[in-house]
């Protein structure tokens, strides 16, 4: 494993660094880190022992098929998702290395499985995937039938504008805003969310949004009724997302809403079986930092061959318990905990300090 190349394309960017620096904590001593600018990749570099660097144009064919060559395992942390595609995909299947993408959904997964690879991930980052991950661990640590599922991810946090401009062409591709699962049918939610969501620090807003990853969990688990939302505390992001789809706008307006304040993302998961209710709580840094973490971790497990052959989307193949072991040391997780009871059992507001 550790003689493994992994190559990063994106490697300077949020994800990108923050996938890097993991794969580097646990011991991966080949990192190939590739990105538009030289001056910032060998700055980069000079805090990873052992790391190759390569500028790389996603939209120069030659330069990627050059960097995915000698590559065992290519990881994808560029973005945005909807003008890279399968570009990185193609290259590396080309190039005969494994693929992990950070990002991808539905449409993504056909594309990289018509080029038919030795083994890729795709959704290996905080939405999609995290959020599938932590719901069949949860489903493990909890005895009885799985019934009903309520999750809430989101937070207080700075956006990309790449970042932000995949949030808004992204959702639509891999899910429905505004539904629920309710006898394992979508319909839509028409109950209000309250601004006090359980372990929220503050007051946030909530929206429910079903995607066809929270759909494929239930189907797996035999859930029958499920609820997701995504949450954003901030007046300056609330008002951009009343409003019409602006990537530029968003990132502007999340940057005033973290200026001074603790930047944090939350996952609460919440799944009641026949026999009792649990809930798990995950509380990270961001959301880059904890998708750059992630898709390290699918990374890290395609290189060291525990994952079959095929297309798979991460949160969905990999092994729960051993993911769940690496993110509780990571240094993007402040903390995950598996607590006995409902979310509002549980969870409780209080008013963060200025």
């Excluded at 807003?205 to 939302?229: K, M, N, Q």
Aim: glycine share 10%; charged share 20%; hydrophobic share 45%.
């Amino acid at each position: 494993m550790e003689a493994a190349v992994i190559g990063i394309v994106g490697a300077t960017g949020a994800v990108g660094q923050a996938a890097a620096r993991a794969l580097h904590r646990w011991g991966v001593s080949e990192l190939r880190l590739g990105g538009r600018r030289k001056d910032a990749l060998d700055e980069f570099a000079l805090t990873l022992a052992c790391s190759q660097v390569a500028a790389v144009d996603l939209f120069d064919p030659a330069e990627l098929t050059a960097f995915c060559n000698g590559c065992d395992v290519v990881l994808n942390c560029a973005g945005p998702a909807y003008e890279v595609g399968d570009r990185v995909a193609r290259a590396a299947v080309a190039a005969g290395a494994d693929y992990v993408d950070a990002a991808g959904d539905d449409v993504l997964f056909q594309q990289v499985a018509r080029l038919r690879p030795g083994t890729a991930m795709i959704s290996a980052g905080m939405m999609p995937g995290l959020t599938a991950l932590l719901p069949r661990y949860l489903a493990r640590q909890t005895p009885g039938t799985p019934q009903a599922l309520t999750g809430y991810v989101g937070g207080r946090d700075r956006f990309t504008v790449t970042a932000a401009a995949d949030y808004f062409r992204g959702g639509t591709s891999f899910g429905v805003a505004r539904m629920v699962l309710r006898n394992r049918m979508r319909i839509p939610e028409t109950a209000p969310q309250p601004e006090e969501l359980p372990f929220y620090p503050e007051k946030a807003s909530a929206t429910a949004f079903l995607s066809t990853e929270t759909e494929r969990v239930c189907a797996r688990l035999g859930i029958a009724d499920a609820g997701w939302y995504s949450v954003f505390a901030g007046e300056h992001v609330a008002a951009v997302m009343r409003g019409a789809a602006d990537a530029e706008a968003l990132a502007r307006a999340a940057a005033l809403d973290s200026f001074g304040r603790q930047t944090y993302q939350l996952i609460v998961v919440e799944l009641a079986t026949s026999s009792q209710t649990k809930t798990l709580v995950l509380r990270g840094s961001g959301a880059s930092e904890l998708t750059g973490e992630f898709a390290a971790l699918s990374a890290h497990a395609v290189a060291g061959k525990r994952i079959p052959a095929g297309v798979h989307h991460a949160g969905e193949i990999l092994d729960p318990a051993e993911a769940v072991a690496r993110l509780r040391d990571s240094a993007s997780v402040d903390d995950l905990a598996v607590l006995d009871g409902s979310a509002q059992e549980t969870g409780c507001y209080v008013e963060e300090s200025v």
